[in-house]
């Protein structure tokens, strides 16, 4: 919780499955404690191929470069196939680093960065 009125701006992103469920919970959460989070709602996975035929849309891609900052929910992969994400990361910048929290190495934490 911070002390001051400034806002974070960050891309959230629902998901598929129980994802809409569990960043609604999130998002709610976060604005209980105060997050200063002002979220700028994108689609990607199946939400993504229903609206424009792409699991990750360019305009999704463009608001995870402008906030600098991603909530993302859980995505669907289709049978037999993968939504070849990692390779869009790689392509515009953004990665997703996966890192041990503090207080239990069982428990993964992660983190978007743009290089």
Do not use: Y
Not at 90 to 115: H, I, K, N, Y
């Amino acid at each position: 919780m911070t002390t001051d009125s400034k806002t974070i701006p960050a891309t959230l992103i629902a998901g598929d499955g129980i994802g809409p469920e569990i960043v609604e919970s999130v998002t709610e959460l976060l604005d209980a404690v105060g997050a200063p989070f002002v979220w700028d709602r994108q689609l990607a996975g199946m939400a993504g191929v229903d609206a424009v035929n792409d699991p990750l849309p360019k305009q999704t891609i463009e608001s995870i470069r402008r906030t600098g900052l991603a909530l993302k929910g859980p995505l669907t992969t289709p049978v037999g196939g993968r939504l070849q994400i990692h390779q869009r990361h790689t392509a515009s910048g953004v990665r997703v680093v996966r890192q041990p929290a503090p207080d239990q190495d069982d428990c993964p934490r992660w983190q978007v960065r743009q290089d």
